[in-house]
């Protein structure tokens, strides 16, 4: 049903590509981080929830038909619909149907509810196209509360030494993860202005957020006891702080990696996923009920050899997608 090609995963049967890296005239996206959605689509069908976000990133005039969770589209024959993957908000796996045929494409998932984004649903199908971003058995993740607990800590200690306490966080899910967890231990924060963009978008979207003031540098003072939420790209930028002393922090599931961690010149990593981890995917790959198996970025080769000892058709597949999102944004 799925091939391929120079673009991206190609359906031929409804003639229309998967989250394609290289224009096309006719795109089927999971969710709108950069590497998932691209600019240059002749139009575009996504799900609603991912409907501003999209627009505020590729601009408020592209092409875009949305689908709300569980609604089918048809299209010579083939169904098409978007079910939540629990990755980010807006984010949903696609499942195409043929003669009683069913493929699954994941694109990125987390299999942990985060009270945001949708929940995860297993979809049971013949073929199930899943992501590995951490796809080794040492990825196993500690539960959000556990570590929004330990961000708390970590915010005080700024607050006793007269230090900006600053989480890099991707401006699209994470940031908004990181806000909602401090917001209901009562901590304030304020936003880098991409995060506050999205945070509109999200909100006019229909997600329930608190409101946050964007960081304005000439205004530091005023926001010295909140924590900035910033995208990782910020960090570069030397004038960002002002020299206005500060600790940084990163929110990532390759926090997990303290050699990482360190390498970066964090202060603090916060073990903080978007993606499912080793017990994540193997969970979603068994609830599909999957005869086939295609994995993608991540470590691929691992899991599909885990998958293959444990008796299962598994493969890996070269794609273009990345790992993270974009750290720019």
């Not at 304020?190 to 909100?203: C, F, G, I, K, R």
């Not at 910020?234 to 997990?256: D, E, I, T, V, Y």
Request: hydrophobic share 35%; aromatic share 12%; with cysteine.
């Amino acid at each position: 049903m799925l091939s391929l090609q120079p673009e991206g995963l190609y359906c031929k049967i409804g003639d229309f590509y998967i989250d394609p890296w290289k224009p096309v005239p006719r795109a089927v996206i999971t969710h709108a981080h950069a590497d998932h959605a691209r600019r240059g689509m002749g139009a575009y069908l996504a799900p609603f929830y991912s409907k501003n976000v999209l627009r505020l990133r590729l601009g408020k005039h592209i092409r875009l038909e949305t689908l709300a969770f569980n609604e089918k589209y048809y299209i010579r024959g083939l169904s098409v619909s978007f079910h939540p993957a629990g990755h980010i908000p807006g984010s949903a796996q696609i499942r195409l149907e043929y003669r009683g045929e069913v493929w699954v494409v994941s694109g990125d998932y987390k299999t942990t509810y985060d009270g945001l984004s949708h929940a995860f649903e297993p979809v049971p199908c013949h073929t199930f196209i899943t992501e590995s971003t951490f796809g080794l058995p040492l990825f196993q993740f500690p539960d959000q509360q556990l570590v929004f607990k330990e961000m708390e800590t970590w915010y005080r200690r700024c607050r006793q030494q007269n230090e900006q306490a600053v989480v890099l966080a991707y401006s699209l899910g994470k940031a908004q993860r990181v806000m909602m967890g401090l917001h209901h231990m009562g901590i304030p924060v304020v936003l880098h202005s991409t995060v506050w963009e999205t945070q509109q978008a999200l909100s006019q979207n229909g997600f329930s957020l608190p409101k946050a003031p964007r960081w304005l540098a000439r205004q530091k003072e005023e926001f010295k006891d909140a924590v900035l939420i910033a995208p990782p790209g910020a960090a570069r930028n030397g004038n960002f702080l002002n020299k206005h002393p500060h600790q940084l922090a990163a929110a990532s599931g390759w926090m997990h990696l303290r050699g990482l961690r360190r390498r970066a010149n964090y202060e603090k990593g916060f073990v903080l996923s978007d993606h499912a981890d080793w017990n994540g995917l193997l969970y979603a790959i068994r609830e599909t009920g999957a005869e086939q198996i295609w994995i993608t970025h991540g470590y691929s080769d691992a899991l599909s050899r885990h998958l293959r000892e444990q008796g299962l058709r598994a493969q890996t597949l070269e794609t273009h997608f990345g790992t993270t999102e974009d750290d720019s944004e």
